[in-house]
């Protein structure tokens, strides 16, 4: 009777332990299973993650280095008065439009970023060919409404831009393949969120050992350096490089992630429909300036970012406003809309308007993607989940092509 009471604690411990490594294998088995989707993933799409992240980078930063490359057009002499020197919105305006051809339109205006800074005017001159456009910029010192220059940022019939950064935006966005290349991405955008969720997976601990996979191992071999710089490093971008990768979703396929965001929550639906203006027969469409005055005299604080006239004569004008106070502690802009007819305001967008928790989360997506939503820290973090990118599709490439000259070293042996 003694052994029997002995024994029968050491067989429930007995099996308890073989539970658990059953278990553990089951587990194991599993995560080789999505170790092998993450690696073909990885294989097939991490080229275009190292573009798509270092060029995000870059852009992180693009009104810096776009001011640096074009400071001849962009940096002014800043007067005393400042912003109260500037000449009426209607005379730079007039003097923009003075050196582009009568068929140009006005795409959009960027407002001086501060007293240091030019106006930029937008144009769009089309061509021959239908829907088919040369893209123009023109800078305007703001003190004596004198043109600084223009310079042709993409031709028509090229594919490339002949500017740097817009190069880039359209790399960055659509492959250089436009509206198409733009639905590409925002695929492949969908692919690598799986596949970054399917390398967390893949990192997480089965027996607990956490400070392994939370550091890299000092004095290690080459191809153990190359192991935890990949898994480390995956780890600590993983929040960033999600949040950037699902507002890139967003923004390359709006009606999907909307239509999927009204089921998840109710009261959305009609939030991300733009207003239009009403046409008038016995009415004119009011100016750019006015439309600005009007906005200025209901919203009074903070700095004017940039305006976009009505693209059609149902089209609305928009202005959005930055660093207005008391507005929200992480992202402070308002967009108003304005009709071009009546000069009502449609809509107003800004952090004191959102209802629901779809409204919140579709808003908070282009801030979270640029970084801006926490000023110089986002912007960095985002930067460096860019550079992170080459680093992880490195890496991983090594790991695979060690474990494969392994493998064939077993077979011929």
Known sequence: MKRFAIDLPRGEAFNGADAGHQRLLRLKKRRKLWLSVHLWLGLLLGFFLTVFGLTGSILVFYEEIDNVLNADLRIVQAQAQGETA???LAEVQAAAIA??????????????????????????????????????????NPYTAQVLGKHLIKKAENIFPSAFIPFVFRLHFALLAGETGGIIVGIMGVILLFSVLTGLIVWWPLTGRWRRVLSIKRRASVERFNHDLHQ??????????????????????PDQFMALV??????????????????????QPIALTQALSIVQSQYPEGRIDWLSPPADETGV???????????????????????????????????????TFGQTFVEWQWPLHSGRAFGWTGRILVFLSGLACPVLFVTGVIRWLQKRRAKLHRYIN
């Open 99 to 140: 050196v582009m051809p009568p068929q140009a339109k006005l795409g959009f205006v960027d407002y001086p970023a501060d007293a240091t800074f030019s106006y930029k005017f937008g144009f769009n001159i089309p061509t021959a060919v239908a829907d088919e456009k040369d893209e123009w910029q023109v800078h305007v």
């Open 262 to 283: 009204k089921q998840l929550s109710p009261g959305t639906e009609g939030f991300m429909d733009s207003p239009h203006s009403l046409p008038a027969h016995d009415k």
């Open 86 to 88: 500037y000449h009426a």
């Open 232 to 253: 480390t490093s995956g780890f600590y971008i993983f929040p960033i490089l999600f949040a950037v990768l699902l507002s890139g979703v967003y923004m390359n396929l």
């Open 317 to 355: 004008y928009r202005i959005s406003i930055s660093d207005v106070p008391k507005l929200s502690r992480f992202w402070s802009e308002r967009q108003v809309v304005v009709d071009q007819y009546q000069g009502t305001v449609l809509k107003v967008q800004d952090p004191s308007t959102r209802a």
